[in-house]
């Protein structure tokens, strides 16, 4: 069974920066994406960023475009969300999503706070 576990939040306030961790283990797999989905308060979960590691390409929410980097290791299984110039309505549950042969797997998730 995959495992997901991610670390790295906080609080900070507006204008401020967070780095958020996130590593896959527990079995043997090769992993197709590792990303970030987001829920805050209320509302529904959300896509903020991912890499595709065939290619190494990066997808990005809008709404993060320009303040938030991911990044990663395929061969670690581990990735990094780099966060900058943080607004109060990036509070939220940060999820890591790691897909691997058409299965997706959540961590538990980790919260960071931003405040005004």
């Known amino acids: 069974q995959a495992q997901v576990v991610e670390s790295g939040g906080g609080l900070v306030q507006a204008g401020g920066s967070l780095r958020l961790s996130c590593a896959a283990s527990?079995?043997?797999?090769?992993?197709?994406?590792m990303g970030w989905y987001r829920q805050a308060p209320g509302k529904e979960r959300e896509f903020v960023a991912r890499?595709?590691?065939?290619?190494?390409?990066?997808d990005y929410a809008d709404s993060v475009k320009g303040r938030f980097t991911i990044s990663g290791d395929n061969a670690k299984k581990t990735v990094l969300l780099q966060m900058n110039s943080l607004k109060p309505e990036d509070t939220a549950i940060y999820y890591c999503r790691v897909t691997s042969d058409g299965m997706a797997y959540w961590g538990k998730g980790t919260l960071v706070t931003v405040s005004s």
């Open positions: 527990g079995r043997t797999f090769s992993t197709t994406t």
């Open positions: 890499i595709r590691w065939s290619g190494s390409s990066t």
